[in-house]
């Protein structure tokens, strides 16, 4: 019997049109221009979205940071004067008790109305995982620095984190304020999630 090595990391696979971003203040700012310069270069039709874009990664960026995210993949799609964002974010978190019952500290939020929030909570299986809680729904999420909130489609994941010492789980996270699209995606931050292992 050989011992196996508690996990140290993990691994997720965005969309290859998705942006993976630097969540590191200070140089958070460079990488993101750096990011859309290249992604310009490649798809010359995003130039007159150059601006929005460099902003709303940003944004991401900023925001997932003050979450406390480790990782943070961004949607961000021009389509003529409007943009399409959604993010999809790790954060690695202490479990509220006994790892295995985090669906005990979840409520689910009966919906009041097509614009109100509402939330369920939820089993699903996960490939590389096994069985975990989630929670779908449309919630108000806070803006960084008191500046708000935003009602987003978001769709949590709730992962033990294997191994001795203290109780983690790895919060996955999808986001994205396209309410008219909540249901598709849930759908993409599903699949999204199914990639996640651990490594």
Known sequence: MTATAAPTAFALAVPPSWYEVDLHPQTRNGSVAALVRERVAVVPELEPHRAALVHAL?????????????????????FDTALLTATITVSVV???????QVGKHLRPIPSRGPDRPWRVVEEVGLPHIGTVTRTRGVEDVPLPDGAGWVRTALLQTF????????????????????????????????????TFRFT
Do not use: K, N
């Open 58 to 78: 940003r944004s991401a960026s900023r925001t997932a940071h003050s979450h406390g995210a480790v990782y943070c993949g961004v949607l961000a799609e021009g």
């Open 159 to 194: 992962v033990p984190w294997p191994g001795a010492g203290q109780a983690r789980v790895a919060l996955i996270t999808g986001g994205s304020p396209a309410l008219p699209l909540a249901a598709e995606m849930h759908d993409l931050f599903d699949a999204i999630t199914t």
């Open 94 to 100: 202490a479990a509220p008790g006994e790892v295995a």
